[in-house]
């Protein structure tokens, strides 16, 4: 089955470490970009990339960091300078050609 | 990047036809209008897309007036399943930075 994969689904971590969000996509999609959600609230984009070895801030970049190696791997490390890293993380790629997005499950973390 | 205004909340009844407009004043002439769907601690999940006139699926229509400035999300017999979030975007696929979502409109649908 084609899609996009975040893993894990629940994700608890104690206040000052880093921690890695994973997503993976096997759509052959050249553009993917991290969210964040809170509760009640739209989805603000954090960083977006359009193809592998580059990538760009979105609105709310501080406390994260991205890579983009390989094509189908988009990962998301919210680091200890991130204020409030709980929240509900979504991951989403696109083909680039149209703008429709397909979105992960999300992460939900938690920093207690 | 072309800003949405859309209605922070509607209630429906089962069965009745629900329709949701976004207003989109300063929308470029390459772009398109695309409406997700949010269900909780889930997500967006596309429903339709259009640039002009009228699209239809096996889902929802979307109505986009000549001068593009709104759009309007039509479901058909809401039942209580469709109780969700419903985001409209305008953007283009110039810029990966197309998808930047409004706070929604949440839809809930009473029986």
């Known amino acids: 089955d084609g899609g996009i994969t975040q893993s894990p689904k629940y994700l608890f971590r104690k206040e000052g470490q880093n921690v890695t969000l994973s997503c993976e996509q096997n759509l052959n999609h050249d553009a993917m970009y991290w969210y964040r959600q809170d509760p009640g609230q739209g989805l603000r984009l954090i960083y977006y990339s359009q193809i592998v070895n580059d990538f760009q801030k979105g609105d709310i970049a501080e406390g994260y960091s991205v890579s983009r190696e390989k094509k189908e791997s988009f990962p998301l490390t919210v680091t200890s300078a991130q204020k409030n890293p709980t929240a509900f993380y979504l991951c989403?790629?696109?083909?680039?050609?149209?703008?429709?997005?397909?979105f992960g499950q999300g992460t939900r973390l938690t920093v207690v | 990047l072309a800003k949405t205004t859309q209605p922070i909340s509607m209630d429906s009844y089962e069965g009745q036809e629900v329709n949701i407009t976004c207003s989109h004043n300063n929308i470029a002439t390459n772009d398109y209008i695309t409406w997700y769907q949010q269900f909780p601690s889930q997500g967006p999940r596309f429903i339709i897309q259009?640039?002009?006139t009228k699209v239809t699926n096996e889902v929802a229509s979307l109505f986009i007036p000549a001068d593009r400035k709104s759009s309007t999300l039509s479901l058909p017999r809401v039942s209580l399943s469709d109780t969700a979030v419903y985001y409209c975007l305008v953007g283009n696929s110039g810029s990966a930075r197309q998808l930047t979502f409004g706070s929604g409109t949440q839809l809930t649908v009473l029986p």
């Open positions: 989403a790629s696109s083909i680039g050609t149209v703008p429709q997005a397909f």
């Open positions: 259009g640039y002009k």
